[in-house]
């Protein structure tokens, strides 16, 4: 084996909850243990999962980092969940953050201010949150490939990406003062 890729068809969840990854994982731990295959990464999503092996990633240590890594991610994102940090809630703290109207979001404008809140939403809905982009899409009123193109502007925008470490850093605020 060298990368497994399991999918949704049409891109439908194969993953509904918490309770669904935990058993797959231990079903997927189980399968490997009994054919003594080592696995390196994984990476779940709603609606698919990759594993792969040393032959595909490199170095145990590119490894270990790239763990390291992903689970710090996934342990934020848990964490800003639980916090009841939804997709509305983002939406509200953008819009205060930048002084708009949330209204503004969903609208035919093509403003700079709008421009800008809706790349935030779209980056940090599916980049730290794990919000899928069609989610994203239909709450802004776009179609997919926009909340795409906008999350790619941000990390491409060092005062963009400043602007939503800051908003992440507000979410932790909230959070610790609850």
């Known amino acids: 084996m060298h990368h497994i890729v399991i999918r949704g068809i049409e891109c439908k969840a194969i993953l509904e909850d918490d309770q669904d990854r935990e058993d797959f994982l231990e079903r997927l731990s189980r399968l490997l243990q009994e054919m003594a295959t080592p696995r390196y990464a994984w990476a779940m999503m709603t609606n698919h999962v990759l594993a792969s092996d040393e032959r595909i990633l490199g170095s145990s240590e590119f490894v270990e980092t790239a763990l390291k890594h992903s689970g710090e991610m996934y342990d ?103």
């Open 76 to 178: 934020r994102r848990m964490q800003l969940q639980s916090a009841g940090i939804d997709l509305t809630a983002l939406i509200a703290a953008v819009c205060r953050f930048l002084d708009i109207d949330d209204k503004e979001l969903a609208g035919p404008t093509k403003r700079l201010e709008i421009a800008r809140a809706r790349a935030l939403v779209s980056y940090t809905a599916t980049r730290n949150l794990s919000i899928s982009g069609s989610e994203v899409a239909r709450r802004l009123n776009v179609d997919r490939s926009a909340i795409r193109r906008a999350a790619q502007r941000v990390s491409r925008d060092p005062e963009l990406i400043a602007a939503a470490k800051t908003l992440l850093g507000l979410f932790e605020l909230q959070k610790s003062q609850h």
